[in-house]
C-alpha cells in the first residue's frame, strides 16, 4: 500500500555522491580559503583562534544546544553565559581585534540552534567547500578519532545549498555582537548592555522567538539525568592513565560484573524505599516502576491468584474485629483500594483539568486522602497491601509523622512519582499546623520545582488516629476522607498478624496491571474529553470501582457484599466525609443531653458544651469550620446555633427536648 505523504512524515534529504575517504589534518580541510561561515557552540575558543588567521573574512554563530532556549528567559541566560565564555579566555584578546576591524562578526543564536553543525568556506578564486558533520569545532580530525566521519562538499551546488541555509538562520534566529562587546568585562551592568538579544528586540520590535516543544526537552532533560544516575553504577572501571586512556582486562571483567550488579541492587532499593517512580503513560498504554515495565497482559491463573489473595486477607476481619463492625470497615477499605489503584493518574487528571478550564473540577480529584480510625485497626498494614498489588515491592514504608511538614512534604511530591506517600500517625497539632499549606500547595510546588513532573507527581495517603476530632470545610473539599471505625482484638493482634504479613509476601502486582489495562482506555477519553470542551460527564471513581469488580467476575470469584460499584457521591457526600463530627455529636447526645437546647419556631439546634474540663474540649469555632454547610451553623458566644431540620438529618437524630425528669436528674 502506498505511504501517504503528508508534511508530518517529511525529512530534508540532501542527495550525495560519495567519492573517496581521507584521512587529513584540519589545515589540509582549511586552508586555501579566505572566508568563513560557521554554526557552531561556545567550547573550544583555542581551536577558533588558530583557523581564524586563514580568513580574512568570518562570521560565526554561536549557541548551545537545542535543549537550552526553551523559554525567553533562558536565552537571555544563555546569551548571557556565552559572552561569559568568551570573555573569561585567554584567546578572546585575539579575537576582540578582529572584532574591532570587522574581519570577524560573532552571532549568538536566540532560538534553537540549527541541527548540523556547519563550516562554509570560500576563497577569491571562486573555490568553494561545505563542511558538515561534527558536532562542535573541537571535534574536527585535529584532535578527535581518526575515524569520526567528516563530511566535506567541493561544489558550488553544495555551497549555495548550505550558505543560504546559513544566512537564513543568521538573519532569522540570531543577532551580531556589537563592536563594544569586544571589551573584556565581567561587570553585570555592561554584559546586560551587550546582550545580541536586546539590541535585536530595539531594532526589530515585531520579531517573534521561537521555542523548543516542551516534550523535546522533558525527553533530552531525562536522557541526560539517567545517563548520569546510571553512570554511578559502574564504579568498579579502571582509572584512566595520564592520557586519558584506560584499559579493561579479562580478570577484571568478573569484579567489573559483580560490583555493577551490586550497585544496581542497592540504587533501586533506596529508590524503592524512599523514592519510588511509579510512571503510567495512558497515551502510550504502558507503565513502569523504577524502570521495569509492567505487563499489562497478565495471565488469567495470576490475576486470580492476587485476587483470591485479596479476598482471603479480607476475610481476617471477620474474626479480627467486633462483628458489627465488620461490614463497614470492609466498605472502607475497598474505597481506599479503589481510591489508590487510581491515584497515579490523579496528577496528569488535575494537570489536564488545570490547563483547559478554569472551573474547580480539579477539587473532584483531589490528590491528599486521609485514612482516621481507632488505632490498632490494621491502617497501615492495609496500605502495605495495597502498595504490594502496585507494584510487586515491600520495601516502600511508610514514613513517620515528623514527615508532615511542609519542607519535607514539598521534598517528597518532587523526589517520588506515582506511588501514594504514605505518612503514618498524624496527631491532631500537626495537622493543625501544617495542613493548610500542605494540602493547598501540591501543584504550585511542582510547577515550581520539577515541571516536568506534572503529570506523575504522587497522591498523599494520612493516616491518623481517633484524636483527630475535626476536620476544617476549606480542607476536606481537597481531601478524600476514609473513617474507620473498629480495632483488632487482642488475640488477633498476637495471633494473627503473622498471616497478614504473608497473604502481603504473597501478593504479587498481575491484578494491578490488568487493572491499568481495562482502564487506561477510560483515562484517555476522559484526558480528551477535558481538552476539548473543558468537562467530563465521566465518574472515574465509579469506572475505577467497576473495573476493580470486573476483575474479580471475570475469574469466576463470588463478589462480595462490600464490593459494589461506587460513585463520586461515596467519596465526597458530607456524611462520609463529616463522619467524625457525626460521631463527636451523637456521643454528646447520648451522654450528655443538657448540652443541647431545640427552638423549634425558629428551627433551632442550640448546642453549649458545659463541661468544667478543658481536656480535649474543641472550641465553638473549631466545630463550625468542621459542619458543612447546609446546617448553616454559627457561633454565639460559647454556644453553636444551627438548623434544626438539616441537624436531624445529617447527625441521624431525632433531637427532643429534655423532659422535667431529665433536667432534674442532669442537674
Same mark, same amino acid.
Given at each position: 500500500?502506498?505511504? +501517504? ?85 585567554? *584567546? ?46 573541537? *571535534? ?34 540570531? %543577532? ?5 562587546? !569586544? ?18 528586540? *530595539? ?67 533506596? $529508590? ?34 492476587? !485476587? ?8 481476617? $476481619? ?22 489508590? $489503584? ?5 496528577? +496528569? ?27 490498632? !485497626? ?17 520495601? %516502600?514504608?511508610? $514514613? ?29 497539632? *500537626? ?64 495471633? +494473627? ?91 454528646? %447526645?447520648?451522654?450528655? +443531653? ?74
Amino acid at each position: 500500500m502506498a505511504h +501517504r505523504k503528508t508534511k508530518q512524515h517529511t525529512v530534508n534529504v540532501v542527495m550525495a555522491n560519495f567519492s573517496a575517504p581521507d584521512n587529513l589534518s584540519y589545515l589540509d580541510l582549511f586552508e586555501g580559503y579566505d572566508e568563513l561561515y560557521a554554526v557552531n557552540f561556545v567550547s573550544n575558543l583555542d581551536f577558533l583562534t588558530e583557523i581564524i588567521p586563514f580568513f580574512t573574512k568570518a562570521e560565526i554563530i554561536f549557541g548551545n544546544p537545542a535543549i537550552v532556549p526553551t523559554r525567553l528567559d533562558t536565552t537571555f541566560a544563555m546569551q548571557k553565559e556565552t559572552l561569559c565564555e568568551l570573555y573569561k579566555s585567554e *584567546q578572546y584578546k585575539q579575537l576582540a581585534q578582529r572584532i574591532n576591524d570587522d574581519s570577524l562578526r560573532i552571532f549568538l543564536a536566540d532560538a534553537p540552534l540549527y541541527p548540523e553543525k556547519l563550516f562554509c568556506l570560500k576563497n577569491g578564486e571562486g573555490r568553494m567547500r561545505v563542511i558538515i558533520g561534527s558536532s562542535n569545532l573541537d *571535534q574536527l580530525p585535529s584532535n578527535c578519532d581518526r575515524n569520526a566521519s567528516i563530511i566535506c562538499f567541493d561544489d558550488e551546488a553544495a555551497y549555495t545549498y548550505y550558505i543560504n541555509l546559513f544566512e537564513q538562520f543568521k538573519n532569522e534566529h540570531s %543577532y551580531i555582537l556589537d563592536k563594544t562587546a !569586544a571589551q573584556i568585562t565581567f561587570e553585570d551592568k555592561q554584559i546586560l548592555e551587550n546582550l545580541p538579544i536586546l539590541h535585536k528586540a *530595539q531594532a526589530n520590535s515585531e520579531h517573534i522567538y521561537q521555542s523548543v516543544p516542551k516534550s523535546t526537552i522533558v525527553k533530552m532533560t531525562e536522557y541526560i539525568a539517567d545517563i548520569e544516575r546510571l553512570a554511578k553504577d559502574f564504579v568498579e572501571l579502571p582509572k584512566p592513565d595520564r592520557k586519558g586512556h584506560s584499559q579493561i582486562t579479562p580478570d577484571k571483567i568478573n569484579s567489573i560484573k559483580t560490583k555493577t550488579l551490586d550497585n544496581m541492587a542497592a540504587r533501586r532499593a533506596k $529508590f524503592e524505599k524512599f523514592m519510588p517512580q511509579l510512571v503510567i503513560e495512558p497515551e502510550k498504554e504502558r507503565a513502569f516502576y523504577n524502570d521495569r515495565e509492567y505487563n499489562l497482559r497478565p495471565y488469567r491463573d495470576d490475576v486470580k491468584r492476587d !485476587a483470591q489473595t485479596y479476598l482471603e486477607y479480607m476475610e481476617g $476481619f471477620n474474626t479480627a474485629v467486633p462483628a458489627k463492625n465488620v461490614a463497614p470497615l470492609k466498605f472502607e477499605y475497598f474505597k481506599l483500594m479503589s481510591w489508590c $489503584f487510581l491515584s497515579p493518574f490523579l496528577a +496528569r487528571i488535575r494537570t489536564t483539568i488545570r490547563e483547559a478550564t478554569v472551573t474547580d473540577e480539579v477539587f473532584t480529584y483531589p490528590i491528599v486522602a486521609l485514612l482516621c480510625g481507632q488505632s490498632n !485497626a490494621g491502617k497501615t498494614i492495609y496500605a502495605s497491601l495495597l502498595i504490594k498489588m502496585m507494584t510487586d515491592s515491600s520495601l %516502600y514504608k511508610a $514514613f513517620g509523622q515528623s514527615n508532615f511538614t511542609k519542607t519535607r512534604v514539598d521534598a517528597l511530591l518532587s523526589d517520588i512519582k506515582g506511588l501514594p506517600i504514605l505518612i503514618d500517625d498524624i496527631t491532631q497539632t *500537626q495537622f493543625t499546623n501544617n495542613s493548610g499549606n500542605i494540602i493547598k500547595q501540591e501543584e504550585r510546588v511542582i510547577r515550581e520545582n520539577k515541571p516536568e513532573n506534572l503529570n506523575y507527581y504522587p497522591a498523599m495517603l494520612l493516616t491518623a488516629n481517633k484524636d483527630l476530632n475535626s476536620l476544617k470545610n476549606e480542607l476536606t473539599k481537597r481531601m478524600v476522607v476514609f473513617h474507620v471505625n473498629a480495632s483488632w482484638n487482642n488475640e488477633f493482634t498476637r495471633q +494473627r498478624k503473622s498471616p497478614c504479613s504473608a497473604l502481603i509476601q504473597k501478593m504479587r502486582n498481575d491484578l494491578y496491571s490488568e487493572y491499568l489495562r481495562r482502564i487506561i482506555p477510560h483515562i484517555n477519553r476522559y484526558l480528551s474529553e477535558i481538552t476539548d470542551i473543558g468537562s467530563s460527564t465521566t465518574d472515574l471513581y465509579n469506572i475505577s470501582s467497576e473495573v476493580i469488580i470486573s476483575i474479580f467476575k471475570d475469574c469466576k470469584l463470588d463478589i462480595p457484599p462490600y464490593m459494589r460499584p461506587l460513585t463520586m457521591q461515596d467519596y465526597f457526600d458530607s456524611k462520609a466525609v463529616n463522619e467524625i463530627m457525626i460521631k463527636f455529636f451523637q456521643r454528646q %447526645y447520648r451522654l450528655n +443531653r443538657d448540652f443541647f437546647s431545640i427552638n423549634r419556631k425558629n428551627n433551632q439546634l442550640i448546642f453549649e458544651d458545659k463541661s468544667s474540663s478543658s481536656v480535649g474540649k474543641m472550641t465553638p469555632m473549631k466545630i463550625v469550620e468542621s459542619l458543612p454547610p447546609e446546617l448553616e451553623a454559627d457561633v454565639v458566644g460559647d454556644k453553636i446555633i444551627m438548623r434544626l431540620d438539616s441537624a436531624v438529618s445529617f447527625f441521624g437524630i431525632n433531637f427532643k427536648e429534655q423532659s422535667i425528669l431529665e433536667r432534674l436528674f442532669n442537674r
